[in-house]
């Protein structure tokens, strides 16, 4: 079980980047993916876990309605859109799978990919 978060860089205040997180080993039908960030200084923050059903899904205050997440199954692969992009946004990201599909469960995250650094300036 593999995942390779990618598309991080450097932004303008407002902008939009758009993360991707490539799962291998293992099927998106069957695992929620989760998005978090740290920036430097700061404890790991989850911003958003993406249920394989969006009613599932959970953002966190900070992103709510700037981030959205979505999927290609046929690449096993999720997208962290993220837009209005601010300079409190400047962290390392990165994606995890829960063992369920849905991001109420018990189990938690089971696999970490590689963080992707997003820095936004003003």
């Known amino acids: 079980v593999q995942l390779q978060a990618s598309g991080g860089g450097l932004v303008q205040e407002g902008e939009s980047l758009r993360l991707s997180c490539v799962g291998s080993?293992?099927?998106?039908?069957?695992?929620?993916i989760g998005w978090f960030r740290q920036a430097p200084g700061k404890e790991r923050e989850e911003i958003l876990c993406a249920a394989k059903y969006a009613g599932d899904s959970y953002y966190a205050d900070s992103v709510k309605g700037r981030f959205t997440s979505s999927r290609d199954y046929a690449k096993n692969t999720v997208y962290l859109q993220m837009n209005n992009l601010k300079p409190e946004d400047t962290a390392v990201y990165y994606c995890a799978r829960r063992g369920a599909y849905y991001c109420s469960d018990s189990g938690g995250y089971n696999a970490w990919g590689q963080g992707t650094l997003v820095t936004v300036s003003s």
């Open positions: 080993g293992f099927s998106l039908n069957y695992h929620a």
